[in-house]
């Protein structure tokens, strides 16, 4: 019963997935081994939508408890109306955190779902102004020796990228002389004309931040992410006007409100929409940075990002993040290619296009 909406959701099923990273990682701030994903499938009419969100195993009870019942029965094609009840049935449990990310597995896989029951791509329902996006390598974890960096590095510059990113911020900002050391290796592996952008991941306290973001001037970086806590957007605002790099943060919005109290302190807007509660929430964020004059940068699962990303007209890039870089295409069919530092849409596959592959059973915990 494809090319219409008008048919109730009938199941909604989770799933969780855990690949192990090749080695372990470790960015300023936290250090890891493996990346979850929680997978959201919900069918209608005869289709299949899928939806997912790197976070915990418990964000699958949540949907299964909290969620699936919320969505049974609705319309497919109503996600603002489903999107607003899930939210309505998790005000005890808290808006922010896994219930955000939960919301975000469902609602995408709902708007997937629609646009396949239409028989259209993603894109093209959600308003396509593009049908590719430009990407931006990151990774450059602290974990990494010089040699893997640089390898790392070539690896972005090969796909065509014309920006890349690096972590700092090392152990809380305890080893800034080995983030200024690997900042100066990655712009002299890159050269001039390509961006430079290093992460802190909240790393720094506001001096520090200040101080060293002159130096990360000196050597063109154009980024500066979360120089200090996104919990200070006081903070952002005083590293972002002492420095001439842009300052970066909002990859823990998780609703507009949150959005909103960003906005002031940043250049750019971080949204993450398996995180922001899905396409349905990343619109209204994106929107309102855009009446701030500020653009949108899309952060990790750049998979997911890539039909919200061609929708955005204020959008400025899309976070090729290494863990999921490789692990999207292990997880999932129909993962879009990145080719000339762009991230390319498929306009004629139904929905986003991505299914579950048959080897994501081998990585399967729940
Ligand atoms: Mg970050």
């Keep these: 019963m494809t090319g219409r909406l008008g048919v109730g959701v009938t199941e909604v099923r989770t799933a969780v997935y855990t690949v192990p990273t090749p080695e372990p990682e470790a960015d300023g701030t936290l250090a890891w081994s493996a990346t979850t994903a929680v997978t959201v499938e919900v069918s209608a009419g005869g289709c299949t939508g899928l939806g997912w969100s790197y976070t915990s195993p418990a964000t699958a009870g949540i949907v299964d ?15 603002a109306g489903s999107w607003e009840a899930m939210v309505r049935a998790c005000r005890n449990l808290g808006r922010g955190g896994l219930v955000s990310h939960a919301i975000a597995a469902v609602d995408i896989a709902l708007w997937d779902l629609a646009a396949r029951l239409l028989d259209v791509a993603l894109v093209a329902l959600l308003g396509a102004s593009r049908t590719s996006v430009a990407v931006y390598g990151s990774g450059g974890f602290t974990t990494q020796s010089d040699a893997e960096l ?40 890159v050269g001039d004309t390509v961006e430079l952008m290093v992460d802190a991941n909240g790393g720094y306290r506001r001096g520090q931040a ?18 200090v806590s996104s919990d200070d957007p006081a903070g952002l605002a005083v590293v972002r006007d ?7 943060a909002g990859e823990y919005v ?27 929430e990343w619109r209204r964020c994106a929107a309102f940075a855009a009446a701030a004059g500020l653009d949108v940068s899309a952060h990790c699962a750049p998979s997911l990002h890539a039909p919200i990303a061609a929708a955005t007209p204020s959008l400025r890039h899309v ?3 290494a ?4 692990l999207e295409p292990m997880l999932f069919t129909g ?23 048959a080897q994501a059973q081998s990585w399967r915990t729940a």
């Design 254 to 280: 998780h609703s507009l409100a949150e959005a909103a109290r960003l906005l002031p302190a940043v250049d750019c807007l971080q949204l993450d929409v398996t995180r922001c509660a899905g396409y349905t």
């Design 150 to 189: 640089r390898a790392q590095l070539e690896g972005w510059l090969g796909l065509g990228c014309t920006a890349v990113k690096i972590k700092v911020g090392e152990s809380w900002g305890a080893r800034a002389e080995r983030d200024l050391a690997r900042a100066r290796l990655a712009r002299e592996v």
């Design 319 to 321: 976070e090729l993040f």
């Design 335 to 357: 993962v879009p290619e990145v080719r000339g530092g762009r991230l390319h849409l498929d306009p004629d596959a139904p929905g986003h296009g991505m299914r579950l592959s």
């Design 242 to 248: 002492a420095l001439r790099c842009d300052v970066a």
């Design 210 to 227: 200040r101080r060293l973001g002159r130096r990360y001037d000196d050597l063109g970086v154009t980024w500066f992410e979360e120089p």
């Design 323 to 326: 863990d999921h870089a490789r």
């Design 65 to 79: 408890e909290h969620l699936a019942g919320v969505v049974r029965g609705r319309d497919a094609g109503d996600t």
